[in-house]
């Protein structure tokens, strides 16, 4: 597609139930992000993905989050056993590696995560 | 101490202002600084980068980066309404994929 696709736009879930969020990363695109943004905070990297290699996962802030990117295109983000401080805006990001080497991310709309 | 800091503001100006961003860091090994616009309810688009020292024009916008202070700004030339949004500076390290370190971001209000 023209841009990065993030599905569900919005999520309401309860305390300790588990969550998927899928991003389509622009086509062609080899590296993927997710960022997550809390209320009045800054962009907090998670995870990325970068063609076949092993993804850097040092982001994630639990064991309870996990992500895959199946067939170098999409993406899931799953958070099991969701708290409410999980409550955020889950942000997806691809890039071309172009530009001159400053690697620009394109983002996506978002997924906005309330746990109650 | 984050790697990257930046007053959330808010930051409100009359229309034709002109606007300073700033952002100061710590790592001296970032190469590579970014500027992002985030309008509300909508994911961060890229408004310039800059690698290493100097600056960059486009059109309105004005981006500097001061190395040996650790210290990057974003200027707004004839703010506009269209321009109220949160700003947000990001900075990596140079080659490959890395990852982007992004500062908290500045709400900025231009008003009529």
């Known amino acids: 597609g ?6 569900p736009s919005n ?18 695109h080899t590296a993927l992000y997710w960022y997550r943004q809390s209320l009045g905070q800054g962009l907090e990297f998670l995870i990325y993905f970068q063609g076949n290699s092993a993804p850097d996962k040092s982001g994630l802030p639990s064991d309870r989050f996990s992500a895959e990117r199946t067939g170098g295109s999409v993406s899931t983000l799953t958070i099991q056993r969701t708290q409410q401080e999980d409550s955020a805006v889950y942000l997806c990001a691809s890039s071309s590696g172009q530009n001159g080497g400053a690697n620009v991310l394109t983002f996506g709309a978002g997924s906005r995560l309330t746990v109650l | 101490q984050k790697e990257v800091e930046q007053d959330p503001g808010p930051l409100s100006v009359p229309e034709g202002a002109i606007v300073s961003l700033n952002c100061t860091y710590s790592n001296s090994a970032f190469q590579y600084f970014m500027w992002y616009r985030q309008y509300s309810r909508k994911g961060p688009e890229l408004l310039m980068y800059t690698y290493s020292s100097g600056n960059k024009e486009d059109g309105r916008f004005t981006a500097q980066v001061d190395k040996s202070s650790k210290y990057i700004s974003l200027f707004i030339r ?35």
């Open chain 1, 2 to 7: 023209a841009g990065v696709s993030q599905s």
């Open chain 1, 11 to 28: 999520k309401v879930t309860e305390k300790g139930k588990d969550v998927e969020l899928r991003c389509d990363p622009i086509s062609g």
């Open chain 2, 78 to 112: 004839d703010s506009q309404p269209s321009d109220s949004a949160t700003y947000l500076c990001a900075m990596r390290l140079s080659g490959g994929y890395n990852k982007l370190i992004f500062g908290a971001g500045t709400r900025l209000a231009v008003h009529p």
